[in-house]
């Protein structure tokens, strides 16, 4: 039986509190993250190192599940290099870090500069978002690149610090939306 957008409006509204709770936690955690971003950033680092190591059991895992097709050896290998690298970062977090801001420099650097060719090149209409899009992630590569390996002790607290307190205001006001909503109105059964 599916469900009416307005009958999905009032479950949502019967737990507006939730969705403030989230938000205000959320909100907090990336305020904290903001004062403590060195500190976040290794957390950080650890959270993604432990990942990619479950990560990379489940695949070998997998790969000793279905062993009877070609592509077994390819499991087997992505979820050991998975496991080992993994263990690499979550035993050296600075190290990790470092990497990791590396990675995320050579990534706007390029992203920046394919938004800005493709802007240029297609010109849609208001192509001119995606240039200026494009430059400011161009500079955000370089500048990290530029500043690295130090950037590599702040980038990734700070970009997680500000990304939880958006997000955590985003539910705040989710939250607040949710709660002004329409109270249904009772339409009375013909008797």
């Known amino acids: 039986m599916a ?5 999905q409006e009032q479950g949502l509204r019967r737990h507006w509190g939730w969705f403030l709770a989230l938000g205000i936690v959320t909100a907090i955690l990336g305020a904290i993250a903001l ?36 592509g077994v050896s390819l499991h087997l290998i992505a979820g ?17 870090a470092l990497a ?3 990675l995320f420099a050579s990534f706007f650097t390029v992203i920046g ?3 800005i060719i493709m802007g240029l090149r297609l010109k849609f ?8 899009d494009g430059a400011i992630t161009l500079v955000l590569g ?13 980038f990734l607290g700070l970009a997680l ?20 909503m329409a109270q249904p109105i009772e339409i009375p059964k013909a008797a």
């Open 3 to 7: 469900t009416t957008p307005l009958l």
């Open 35 to 70: 004062f403590m971003i060195p500190i976040a950033t290794v957390a950080a680092v650890l959270i993604l190192g432990w990942l990619m190591v479950f990560g990379g059991i489940l695949e070998t895992i997998h790969a000793f599940r279905v062993s009877g097709w070609r």
């Open 80 to 96: 050991i290099l998975g496991i080992l690298i993994g263990l690499m970062i979550a035993t050296h977090p600075v190290a990790g």
């Open 100 to 102: 990791w801001t590396l």
């Open 113 to 115: 500069a394919f938004r």
């Open 125 to 132: 209409r208001h192509w001119g978002w995606t240039v200026f």
């Open 142 to 154: 370089v500048l990290l690149a530029i500043e690295w390996p130090w950037s590599g002790l702040w």
């Open 161 to 180: 610090g500000i990304s939880m307190l958006l997000r955590g205001w985003s539910y705040i006001v989710l939250s607040l939306a949710v709660r002004s």
